[in-house]
């Protein structure tokens, strides 16, 4: 690997355009001086959108061409078979070749992870791959997976989760003996579906440090540095979070306004509130890594503005810089041995 990390940006994906992954893109090369960017897509708009930025990191970002575009709502399978020419399938390409160490991308979710899976393969004894991110506590943060690439999963994948997400901590949080727990309906060991009781019983006999079944509000408490839960639980619990920290701060911008004397109180109180919303915003948590493949993915929301859309650089950049691949694919071979 070069001295400078290399991570290609799929620019043509997302909700809101290049433009955003461009001023991201300008935004964490300022912040990073050990990053280069690839801008993958129509390469006559993104030299176009670049001029109208003013950086002194320019030299450490270039453009490579694609002339297709994997729109929101496309079948992965049509997006796979019939755009290989897509931002997002040359921007996966260039890890594959190794011309980028790491790709990030706000593009449909389905079709990433299906051209990511074709293109990059999956880490041996890594049967599907998984969405983890990570989740503000009173604390600090919580990683959590899967969040949507799996809906059913078996004892078995839950395992793999817990294995592949404790390795994420390790690498990327210094956290030698992460805290796992598993997502139930309740602590006691006699409850759950039949999946769940087995993967509590194969988690337990695993190297790790396991405090067992977590409850959702343990998400938010601190008491575990990673939950494990099939997609379709972990995809509801992700929105259900997000939307309600989207309504508390739309309810405290209308209680502070609803009078005079309401608008002095919000002048006295705004050191606070502006901690409290940096501490809680979404956007630097933003950028869910796809865990299991051969490559490093990072999966951005695809309706987000250049602060979050950097923050999944971010991410990317510490996954590359940790090698963190490679350390669950170590990790799986210690495993079968």
């Not at 620019?11 to 960017?37: K, Q, S």
């Not at 619990?237 to 919000?266: P, V």
């Not at 490093?296 to 990317?316: E, F, Q, R």
């Amino acid at each position: 690997m070069s001295s400078l990390y290399r991570i290609s940006l799929d620019a043509m994906g997302g909700d809101n355009g290049f433009p955003v992954v461009v001023a991201a893109a300008i935004r964490a090369l300022d912040e990073y001086d050990d990053i280069a960017l690839v801008l993958v897509g129509d390469q006559d708009k993104l030299a176009e959108e670049v001029k109208q930025h003013s950086s002194t990191s320019l030299d450490r970002l270039s453009f490579h061409p694609a002339s297709e575009v994997v729109t929101m709502d496309e079948s992965p399978a049509l997006a796979l078979r019939g755009k290989k020419d897509s931002s997002m399938r040359v921007a996966i390409n260039l890890v594959k070749s190794g011309d980028a160490d790491a790709v990030v991308s706000a593009g449909n979710t389905g079709a990433l992870m299906a051209t990511a899976r074709f293109v990059l393969k999956m880490l041996p004894s890594i049967n599907r791959p998984a969405l983890c991110t990570a989740i503000p506590n009173s604390i600090s943060h919580t990683h959590m997976l899967d969040l949507g690439a799996n809906i059913d999963s078996s004892a078995e994948h839950l395992y793999q989760f817990a294995l592949m997400g404790s390795e994420l901590i390790r690498a990327i949080d210094g956290v030698e003996a992460p805290r796992i727990g598993l997502l139930n309906i309740g602590e006691e060991e006699i409850k759950g579906n039949e999946q769940v009781k087995l993967a509590n019983e194969l988690i337990k006999q695993g190297d790790f440090n396991y405090l067992g079944f977590v409850e959702g509000n343990d998400i938010f408490s601190g008491k575990v540095d990673l939950i494990v839960c099939d997609g379709f639980v972990g995809n509801v619990a992700l929105k259900t979070s997000e939307g309600l920290a989207k309504m508390l701060s739309t309810e405290l911008k209308t209680e502070y306004t609803r009078s005079f004397l309401r608008k002095i109180a919000a002048f006295v109180s705004l050191p606070i509130l502006k901690g409290f919303t940096k501490r809680f915003d979404p956007r630097r948590y933003n950028g869910a890594s796809l865990l299991g493949l051969q490559g490093i993915v990072v999966k951005s929301h695809g309706n987000v503005d250049a602060l979050a859309y950097s923050n999944a650089i971010g991410i990317a950049r510490k996954e590359v810089k940790a090698q963190l691949h490679l350390r669950i694919k170590s990790r799986l071979a210690a495993r079968t041995n």
